[in-house]
């Protein structure tokens, strides 16, 4: 099944993708702005906060799918704003785990394999979401 197939199939046209589009970007600028006011009040209290708020924003998202577009453009901003939280939390404190010598290094093999966590990710995802889901 086309990407295209299954994106018509849940009644989403392109104009509601250009509105998806033009609210998902400029929303980008509130999680890094939280993650930097909320880092201060302790790393791992943020951290508990933002990976609980990726799991409800999973679990709706999961659940909004086939419901509207409205509910699953909100459902998207909410996993969005704590998964690019999480992302900024990481991108702060990997720094602080390495030695002086090896953090640059460490930093990069640390991104690159995130960069290609996410390929694999994207492949099982639409995998699992046409097999198992639908």
């Not at 998806?20 to 508990?48: C, D, M, N, R």
């Not at 933002?50 to 996993?79: D, N, Q, R």
């Not at 093999?109 to 995802?125: D, E, G, L, P, Q």
Request: proline share 2%; glycine share 6%.
């Amino acid at each position: 099944m086309s990407t295209k197939i299954f994106i018509t199939s849940l009644g989403i046209t392109i104009t509601n993708t250009k509105w998806y589009t033009f609210f998902v970007h400029p929303a980008q600028l509130t999680e890094y702005l939280s993650v930097s006011l909320l880092i201060k009040s302790g790393v791992e209290k943020t951290f508990t906060t933002y990976f609980s708020g990726v799991a409800l924003g999973s679990f709706l998202l999961l659940k909004s799918i086939k419901i509207f577009f409205y509910l699953l453009l909100f459902t998207i901003l909410i996993l969005l704003f704590f998964i690019l939280g999480v992302w900024g939390l990481v991108h702060a404190y990997t720094p602080e785990l390495f030695p002086t010598l090896l953090c640059g290094t460490a930093n990069g093999i640390t991104w690159a394999t995130v960069r290609i966590s996410n390929i694999i990710a994207s492949y099982f995802t639409g995998y699992l979401l046409i097999n198992i889901y639908f």
